[in-house]
């Protein structure tokens, strides 16, 4: 297994914020630096975060936005208490975290194309599987759906990966004019 893939094999840990930034209006991304002996992470799994001992809320899923050594990032929707907390903590914080979850991609390395297809804040998921798949050398093409340019969340990175991005938009502000499942 790579290490860029690597999580600390404890389930339950702290990991202490690098970063907490703005990427839209109401979306931010979090980098958070691991410590501990390492496991893998597949692409499609999550970690559920709390605040600290603290905060009354319960833990919140997040998708793995990337992983590189001991460095984490999440992509999160301010929608509620828990995420506006999350917006306000700065560098230098810790948050709880337990993972990785969930069963992840079953990669099928004989397709001749992989054909990516999120919305909205479920395209962060997406995310750390399109980087596999291009590291792994095959052919992705990617459909990327929001109601407005504004919430276009993870787009300048998977530009960056990816040369055929299509886009929808509800309001058609930017690319098809629709859902992405039309585009699709």
Known sequence: MPPHLFFPSKMEHLAKIISNKPMAPDARKIQL????????????????????????????????????????????????????????LK????????????????????????????????????????KRLIRAGKPVCIFIGARSKSRLYCLPDIKKLCSDVHIATEDGSAGYKGLVTELL
Request: glycine content about 14%; proline content about 6%; overall charge positive.
């Open 33 to 88: 630096r691991l410590s501990g002996s390492l496991t893998p992470a597949q692409p499609g799994q999550f970690g559920h975060l709390r605040l600290d001992d603290k905060n009354p809320l319960l833990r919140r899923p997040f998708s793995i936005y990337s992983i590189d050594r001991n460095k984490l990032e999440i992509v999160y929707q301010v929608i509620g208490k828990g995420t506006s907390l999350m917006s306000r």
């Open 91 to 130: 560098p230098g914080a810790t948050l709880n975290i337990l993972g990785p979850l969930g069963q992840g991609f079953q990669i099928n390395r004989s397709n001749q194309l992989s054909v990516l297809v999120g919305g909205g804040i479920g395209i962060a998921g997406l995310h750390l599987l399109l």
